[in-house]
Each structure stands twice: as C-alpha cells, then as structure tokens.
C-alpha cells in the first residue's frame, strides 16, 4: 500500500511540473519573437499611449506566459525606451492582453516602470 502511495505522489508531482498549475499562467519562451506577440505588443504600447500618455519606442520582448480562458490571456514582459523621458532611460512593462475567440485583442491589465 506504500508503495502505491507513493508512486500516485510521484505522478501528481511529476505532471503538475510538466504541465503546470490547472488555470495558472505557462511559460511559453518560444513564442517571444513570433510575429503574432510581436503584433500583441504593438497593440499594447498603442493603448498604452492613448490611456497614459505612454509613448514607446524600441520594443523588446522579454518573457511569453500565456492563460487558457474562454479565449487566451497573454502575459508579456517587455522593454522599451520612452520617448517622453531622459535619454537612455528604460521602461519595463508587464501587460496582459485579452484575445476572445473570435474577436479583437483587449489589454485587460498594465504596469510599467522607467528607470
């Protein structure tokens, strides 16, 4: 009976390794230079500069978590130069963009910080 216990522990531990927390965020570093996020950045910083006066340059992305929902959430790290901000700083933002099945791209959450 030990061993099966052990054994079914191992399993559970092994796949929530290999495929992660059920409705958490995965990490997907294979898509960071698709054109695809590429386009879902550029969306982001277009939005950011209508709703903060955020005006970005240089986008770079970083990091790639994507959430399964009715639809897919993309998380995205990103870096960028601000054009409204003193020479050589650097703005880090996390953004989660919203893409439904068959409709238009939302960017549901922001942050962002120059340094």
């Known amino acids: 009976m030990f061993?099966?216990?052990v054994?079914?522990?191992?399993l559970v531990?092994?796949?929530?390794?290999?495929?992660?927390?059920?409705?958490?965020?995965s990490?997907?570093?294979?898509?960071?230079?698709t054109d695809?996020?590429?386009?879902?950045?550029?969306?982001?910083?277009e939005a950011?500069?209508?709703s903060q006066n955020l005006f970005l340059?240089?986008?770079?992305?970083?990091?790639v978590q994507t959430q399964v929902v009715n639809g897919m959430n993309y998380k995205i790290g990103f870096t960028a130069q601000p054009t409204n901000a003193q020479l050589g700083s650097v703005t880090k933002c996390e953004v989660v963009v919203y893409v439904p099945i068959n409709g238009k791209p939302n960017l549901s959450s922001s942050q962002c910080q120059t340094s």
């Open 36 to 45: 695809f996020i590429q386009g879902l950045v550029v969306f982001a910083a």
């Open 48 to 50: 950011l500069s209508q």
């Open 57 to 63: 340059r240089n986008l770079q992305v970083t990091a």
């Open 13 to 25: 531990a092994v796949c929530h390794g290999q495929f992660g927390l059920p409705g958490g965020f």
């Open 27 to 33: 990490n997907k570093p294979e898509l960071i230079n």
């Open 7 to 10: 054994a079914l522990i191992l």
């Open 3 to 5: 061993k099966v216990a």
